[in-house]
């Protein structure tokens, strides 16, 4: 089994900036892909970012250029950073990972509050 757990999660004000982090513990040998999802109240959760083992990327329309994801294999960690907040960034963020060896399994983290807001 994997666990993800995340952190950095915080209040900020439009136009700063903010990292999260994720950390994976257990069965870290089988983790493929890693992720970031967000959901905000009353919205479907939606794919963020993600980065395969070999450091390929992805990001969505909306963070395009304002989220930078990151991941160090040697510590399990995925980070993503983010620039330029604004208030519809406001969500609850997840962290991802898909099993290398099926991606039908895939383990979530809690979850960390993002806040932007004056």
């Known amino acids: 089994q994997v666990q993800l757990v995340e952190s950095g999660g915080g209040l900020v004000q439009p136009g700063e900036s903010l990292r999260v982090s994720c950390a994976a513990s257990g069965s870290v040998a089988v983790i493929g892909a890693m992720g970031w999802f967000r959901q905000a109240p009353g919205k479907q959760r939606e794919l963020v970012a993600s980065i395969t083992r070999g450091g390929n990327t992805y990001y969505s329309d909306s963070v395009k250029g304002r989220f930078t994801i990151s991941r160090d294999n040697a510590k399990n960690t995925v980070h993503l950073q983010m620039n330029s907040l604004s208030p519809e960034d406001t969500a609850v963020y997840y962290c991802?990972?898909?099993?290398?060896?099926?991606?039908?399994?895939?383990?979530w983290g809690q979850g960390t509050q993002v806040t932007v807001s004056t």
């Open positions: 991802n990972a898909i099993n290398l060896f099926s991606s039908r399994i895939n383990y």
